[in-house]
Nanobody, 125 residues
C-alpha cells in the first residue's frame, strides 16, 4: 500500500514537499516514481528513481525545480517541489514497480505497478 501526504493550496513561487509511505513491501526493491494528472489532461510522469542504480530523472516540465528522494529507513518516497507555478496544479500520485528510464527520461507503469490514492496540489494566488 502507498499513502501520499503533503499536498495543499500554496502561492506561486513557494515550496511544498510530498511524502509517500509504503507498507507491505520495500520501496528500495523497486523503481519508484511520482506522476501527476491535471483536470482534463493525461497523466504525466514527472520523476523516478531507477531500481538498483538509484539514478534519478525528471520531466522537462519540472527539471531544476523538483527533487525526488527516498528514505529507506522510513520506507518513504519524497518529492520536494520548489518555485511552484499555477501549471503545477494537479493530483499527484506515487508509484512503485514500473519502468524508469533515465535517458531519455521516461516513466512507464505496467500491470503490476502499485499506486497511491493521490494528494492534491493547488498553486494559486
Amino acid at each position: 500500500q502507498l499513502v501520499e501526504s503533503g499536498g495543499g493550496l500554496v502561492q506561486p513561487g513557494t515550496s511544498l514537499r510530498l511524502s509517500c509511505t509504503a507498507s507491505g513491501f520495500r520501496l528500495v526493491d523497486y523503481a519508484v516514481a511520482w506522476f501527476r494528472q491535471a483536470p482534463g489532461k493525461e497523466r504525466e510522469g514527472i520523476s523516478c528513481i531507477a531500481y538498483q542504480s538509484d539514478k534519478t530523472t525528471y520531466a522537462d516540465s519540472v527539471l531544476g525545480r523538483f527533487t525526488i528522494s527516498r528514505d529507506n529507513a522510513k520506507n518513504t518516497l519524497y518529492l520536494e517541489m520548489d518555485s511552484l507555478k499555477p501549471e503545477d496544479t494537479a493530483l499527484y500520485y506515487c508509484a512503485a514497480d514500473l519502468n524508469c528510464q533515465i535517458t531519455p527520461s521516461s516513466m512507464t507503469p505496467h500491470r503490476r505497478t502499485s499506486w497511491g490514492q493521490g494528494t492534491q496540489v493547488t498553486v494559486s494566488s
